[in-house]
């Protein structure tokens, strides 16, 4: 039998690491962020000093990189031995995740690492394309969701209770552009994969987002 694998997919501050890092502690399971190594080639690409539009050099960057993650309390990662932790939250480093993320070449190379996680127990595994693309065959499927006002909200809130200085405006601005992104590329584009349950989170508190994610797998 394959190892069970729940795939909870959204857009950008849906809640999806929240739920997903409960879900996986609940269930005993491992917790892939796949989010996390695209953000991580973004600030491997940015420290780099390479364009965005370097597509040679973003692929052989992709390649390259060693990439360790210790998913305790908080998702620790480091990158090429050293710890990025610190820098992964940054709207810098989310936009800039988004745009490498579009290209289909680099793509390709990270999706053996993202299959890689699949390992028994079992596997929460957040992102855009995971039950679309990495996990077509979980058999548990989330796309959850919330209006972008709400999901701006909070992403402010969550930078400022990390000290990190933010612009609701700007925020909200730079959310639909990553929402339109990420929608709109060609490859593994963020949609609602076939057999996904949707779960409007705009006015449901997280437990509540917990306990009916739980209850797709209990
Ligand atoms: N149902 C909810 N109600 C209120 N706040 C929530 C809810 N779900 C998540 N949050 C809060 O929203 C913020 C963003 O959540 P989270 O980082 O889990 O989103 P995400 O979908 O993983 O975003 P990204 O894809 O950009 O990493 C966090 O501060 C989290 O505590
Ligand atoms: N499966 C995924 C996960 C993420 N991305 C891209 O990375 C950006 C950052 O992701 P977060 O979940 O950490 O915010 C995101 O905007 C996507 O462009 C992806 O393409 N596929």
């Not at 930078?159 to 933010?166: H, W, Y």
């Not at 609701?168 to 929608?183: F, G, H, V």
Request: hydrophobic share 45%; charged share 25%; with cysteine.
């Amino acid at each position: 039998m394959s190892v069970p694998v729940l795939t909870i997919d959204g857009p950008s501050g849906a809640g999806k690491g929240t739920v997903s890092r409960a879900a996986a502690k609940l269930l005993q399971w491992h917790y892939l962020d796949s989010g996390s190594i695209y953000r991580s080639l973004a600030i491997a690409v940015l420290q780099a000093g390479v364009a965005l539009e370097d597509l040679a050099a973003i692929t052989q960057i992709a390649k390259a990189m060693r990439l360790e993650f210790d998913c305790g309390e908080v998702l620790t990662v480091r990158l090429n031995g050293v710890d990025i932790t610190s820098q992964l939250a940054t709207e810098t480093t989310g936009n800039a995740a988004s745009i490498v993320a579009a290209y289909p070449e680099v793509r390709a190379v990270l999706l053996q690492k993202q299959k890689d996680f699949r390992q028994l127990p079992g596997l929460v595994a957040d992102g855009r394309d995971m039950g679309s693309v990495v996990f077509p065959d979980a058999q548990f499927k989330v796309y959850l969701t919330a209006s972008a006002e709400e999901r701006a909200n909070r992403r402010y809130k969550q930078l400022i209770e990390k000290g990190i200085d933010a612009n609701l405006l700007q925020i909200t601005r730079e959310i639909e552009e990553r929402d339109r992104r990420d929608s709109e590329r060609a490859t593994a584009p963020l949609m609602v994969p076939d057999g996904a349950v949707i779960i409007d989170s705009s006015s449901l508190s997280i437990r509540q987002v917990i306990d009916a994610v739980i209850s797709l797998v209990r």
